[in-house]
């Protein structure tokens, strides 16, 4: 529906917005084509309220012909067309409305002077037109810059509650008693290894603490968060986690929403690795695919473990920080193949402004 028919405060300001135009066709008719003011009132008033509702119907090719992506000639072309239509389709009400208001006697004989004011009418009808199509850009601007602005909220809403989510991973009686467990065990067997794993523990912490409030951070931060991340783990596993990266360099100046990565990679060692008596390994590939960056992770895991109760919620955050930062424009995969289990993640390449802000690279990024 028409943004200004779903609104009735819109609709009485828009009806509002016709009456100077209503007033010029009324001055015109009886300056321009002779009509006394009482026939150039009746049926310029009447005329105008009908075809302020006509012009509504520029909404819908405006819709269809964005300005941003579409040629000028397919744009200018389209909204003339439209409008020759709908002044045409004007015309025919003026007569029809001409022929009705001669049957009262006030307005005897005003279809046989009509013919004078057909052209006019007709300019007039496509000139209304084409402001009826840019008031609609300017709502469909005005609509595209409220929805990016809730996108924006939503994202700096989820990526609040991923930071959270991270924070609760590391302090969780699961991840908290593991790890105090071991620098316990190390306190006696390896006083030195235990002081490590409690400076990389809180590294960690610190690291993770303020991500949620950017919106985007390289791809390079990002890796740091999860290698700082596996650090813990492999004082804790030992030789039985395994890491290996595959990263093009030019991927790592990519932007990301923060602790992205993080949630896929606990995941694996959530749910692969930690199942695993001889352990496994954890494989993390990014690359640059024309205006797209491809990240997958993949991990061995035992398809014959029963699931945990938490399987899948690392996914589902991921999946719906996406969908707020990039809508459609994401995607991400899971699935196994055999004793490998495998997630990619499609996004749009995101380029580093030289002031330190991010902006969105149409194909290669830019620096």
Same mark, same amino acid.
């Given at each position: 529906?028409?943004?200004?028919?779903?609104?009735?405060?819109?609709?009485?300001?828009?009806?509002?917005?016709?009456?100077?135009?209503?007033?010029?066709?009324?001055?015109?008719?009886?300056?321009?084509?002779?009509?006394?003011?009482?026939? %150039?009132?009746? @049926?310029?008033? *009447? /005329?105008?309220?009908?075809?302020? #509702?006509?012009? !509504?119907? $520029?909404?819908y090719p405006c819709r269809l012909t964005p300005l941003r992506f579409r040629a000028v000639q397919?744009?200018?072309?389209?909204?003339?067309?439209?409008?020759?239509?709908?002044?045409?389709?004007?015309?025919?009400? %003026?007569?029809? @409305?001409?022929? *009705? /208001?001669?049957?009262?006697?006030? #307005?005897?004989? !005003?279809? $046989?002077?009509?013919?004078?004011?057909?052209?006019?009418?007709?300019?007039?009808?496509?000139?209304?037109?084409?402001?009826?199509?840019?008031?609609?850009?300017?709502?469909?601007?005005?609509?595209?810059?409220?929805? %990016?602005?809730?996108?924006?909220?939503?994202?700096?809403?989820?990526?609040?509650?991923?930071? !959270?989510? $991270?924070?609760?991973?590391?302090?969780?009686?699961?991840?908290?008693?593991?790890?105090?467990?071991?620098?316990?065990?190390?306190?006696?067997?390896?006083?030195?290894?235990?002081?490590?794993?409690?400076?990389?523990?809180?590294?960690?912490?610190?690291?993770?603490?303020?991500?949620?409030?950017?919106?985007?951070?390289?791809?390079?931060?990002?890796?740091?968060?999860?290698?700082?991340?596996?650090?813990?783990?492999?004082?804790?596993?030992?030789?039985?986690?395994?890491?290996?990266?595959?990263?093009?360099?030019?991927?790592?100046?990519?932007?990301?929403?923060?602790?992205?990565?993080?949630?896929?990679?606990?995941?694996?060692?959530?749910?692969?690795?930690?199942?695993?008596?001889?352990?496994?390994?954890?494989?993390?590939?990014?690359?640059?695919?024309?205006?797209?960056?491809?990240?997958?992770?993949?991990?061995?895991?035992?398809?014959?473990?029963?699931p945990a109760r938490r399987h899948g919620v690392g996914l589902e955050n991921v999946r719906r920080?996406?969908e707020a930062c990039y809508g459609s424009r994401a995607s991400l995969s899971a699935g196994a193949?055999?004793?490998?289990?495998?997630?990619?993640?499609?996004?749009?390449?995101?380029?580093?402004?030289?002031?330190?802000?991010?902006?969105?690279?149409?194909?290669?990024?830019?620096?």
């Open positions: 529906m028409h943004p200004i028919l779903a609104n009735l405060r819109r609709l009485s300001v828009y009806l509002a917005g016709w009456v100077p135009l209503a007033a010029l066709v009324v001055y015109l008719l009886k300056t321009a084509a002779g009509f006394t003011w009482a026939e %150039a009132a009746a @049926l310029g008033t *009447l /005329l105008c309220l009908f075809y302020a #509702f006509i012009c !509504l119907s $520029a909404w397919v744009v200018l072309a389209t909204h003339l067309a439209g409008g020759l239509v709908a002044s045409a389709i004007w015309v025919l009400v %003026a007569r029809v @409305l001409a022929a *009705l /208001l001669s049957s009262l006697h006030v #307005f005897a004989g !005003l279809d $046989a002077h009509l013919g004078r004011a057909l052209g006019l009418l007709f300019g007039l009808g496509i000139l209304f037109y084409l402001l009826s199509v840019a008031m609609d850009y300017i709502l469909l601007a005005v609509e595209a810059s409220r929805q %990016a602005e809730e996108r924006e909220a939503q994202a700096q809403i989820l990526a609040r509650e991923a930071e !959270l989510r $991270a924070l609760k991973a590391q302090v969780n009686p699961h991840f908290l008693f593991n790890s105090l467990n071991s620098i316990s065990a190390l306190t006696t067997l390896a006083p030195s290894k235990a002081r490590e794993m409690c400076v990389l523990l809180g590294d960690f912490l610190r690291k993770t603490l303020g991500l949620g409030e950017k919106s985007m951070i390289p791809l390079r931060e990002e890796m740091a968060l999860v290698d700082g991340y596996l650090r813990v783990e492999k004082v804790r596993f030992g030789s039985r986690l395994a890491m290996e990266e595959q990263l093009e360099p030019a991927a790592l100046d990519v932007a990301v929403p923060p602790l992205l990565l993080q949630p896929l990679v606990e995941n694996a060692v959530l749910h692969g690795i930690s199942n695993l008596p001889e352990g496994g390994w954890i494989r993390l590939r990014a690359r640059r695919r024309q205006d797209e960056l491809e990240i997958v992770v993949e991990n061995k895991f035992d398809h014959e473990t029963p920080r996406l193949d055999g004793g490998c289990f495998r997630v990619i993640l499609t996004l749009p390449l995101e380029a580093k402004e030289d002031r330190g802000g991010w902006r969105r690279a149409a194909g290669n990024i830019e620096r």
